[in-house]
């Protein structure tokens, strides 16, 4: 299995552009997370799907922020307009079972950098 | 005050030291997840308990549940197991992340 595949790996988008990462979960995986890691803030969950149904989104940050998850094998993190405090590596995670007992696979994160 | 603390934030240890980093949390949790991320950025999921104790070679993690507490344990450290280890706690998927222990083990 490849795992849990993100792109791009890296990004670096000037100020008032809109980012868009993408993810791949595992197949068969029902439950898809979406994290942002800073060195200040640490890991952060943003928002969690459960067979393409988001569940909670209270961790994303504002309106500049959405997430979709259009198909079981495919989901999108937007920020639009961008701004240089969004700059962190942003992870994708996949688990074949829920909260709370769930083993999550991580995606390597998308380093993304906004000037 | 952060919901979940670990300390030590930093640790080094010699080849073979048994080592523990420990984990508190303020808030009810359902489950307390234990993270390993790797000095690439690779995160790698260690663990998820309720109660009592696992084991997975030299890693043993515990959770007191009434004191509100988990320890990771490396037994036999070796330098490959220098990383950040992060502690998480939810109920349902809202996992609240500790800030990590980077771990240095020197040969």
């Known amino acids: 299995d490849a795992g849990v595949i993100q792109s791009p790996r890296h990004e670096v988008t000037e100020m008032g552009q809109e980012v868009t990462l993408r993810c791949k979960p595992i197949s068969g995986h029902d439950y898809l997370f979406w994290y942002r890691q800073t060195m200040m803030r640490g890991l952060e969950l943003l928002i969690y799907?459960?067979?393409?149904?988001?569940?909670?989104d209270s961790g994303m940050p504002e309106d500049r922020f959405s997430a979709k998850m259009p198909n079981a094998s495919f989901s999108t993190l937007k920020i639009q307009p961008s701004e240089p405090r969004d700059s962190a590596v942003y992870f994708c995670a996949s688990s074949l079972k829920g909260p709370p007992l769930y083993e999550q696979y991580f995606g390597p994160g998308t380093r993304l950098t906004v000037t | 005050k952060n919901e979940v603390e670990q300390s030590p934030q930093n640790l080094t240890a010699q080849e073979g030291e048994f080592i523990t980093i420990n984990c508190s949390y303020s808030?009810?949790?359902?489950?307390l997840h234990w993270l390993q991320q790797h000095p690439g950025g690779g995160i790698v999921s260690l663990f998820m308990l309720s109660s009592g104790k696992k084991k997975h070679g030299r890693l043993i993690a515990t959770i007191n549940i009434q004191e509100k507490h988990s320890s990771l344990h490396i037994t036999a450290s070796h330098p490959r197991d220098s990383a950040v280890y992060i502690c998480a706690g939810g109920s349902q998927g809202n996992l609240i992340f500790g800030k990590g222990t980077k771990l240095s083990v020197k040969p």
């Open positions: 808030v009810g949790i359902s489950a």
């Open positions: 799907f459960n067979n393409n149904v988001p569940i909670d």
